[in-house]
């Protein structure tokens, strides 16, 4: 299995970015699928989560309204747009496949597949 995120970058406060990540060696469309976040001197924190058939996300409440979670499952992918970005949204961000059910979706724990993650650095 192999998740590769893309899309990272630098961007001023109130700027966006889409960030993506492929997906490969499973059955996609059995997956949710999440995003997660990681700050220096921060532990791993939960962003955003889409189910299998896209039909129901969940969000971060530090991130509702202002990120975006989506899938498409022909071409094996999910991705997070992210608009008006601020400098606590900087990090390193992950994206997960796991047989995560609603109860669990927000837990790292939940999720057994990680890709390499994607820098995200917003300035003041």
């Known amino acids: 299995v192999q998740l590769v995120e893309s899309g990272g970058g630098l961007v001023q406060a109130g700027g966006s970015l889409s960030l993506s990540c492929a997906a490969s060696g499973l059955t996609f469309s059995g997956y949710s699928m999440g995003w997660f976040r990681e700050a220096p001197g921060r532990e791993r924190e939960f962003v955003a989560a889409i189910k299998p058939n896209g039909g129901s996300t969940y969000y971060a409440n530090s991130v509702e309204g202002r990120f975006t979670i989506s899938r498409d499952n022909a071409k094996k992918a999910v991705y997070l747009q992210m608009n008006s970005l601020k400098p606590e949204d900087t990090a390193v961000y992950y994206c997960?496949?796991?047989?995560?059910?609603?109860?669990?979706?927000?837990?790292?724990?939940?999720?057994?597949?990680w890709g390499q993650g994607t820098q995200v650095t917003v300035s003041s």
């Open positions: 997960a496949a796991g047989r995560a059910i609603v109860t669990t979706i927000r837990r790292a724990s939940a999720y057994n597949y």
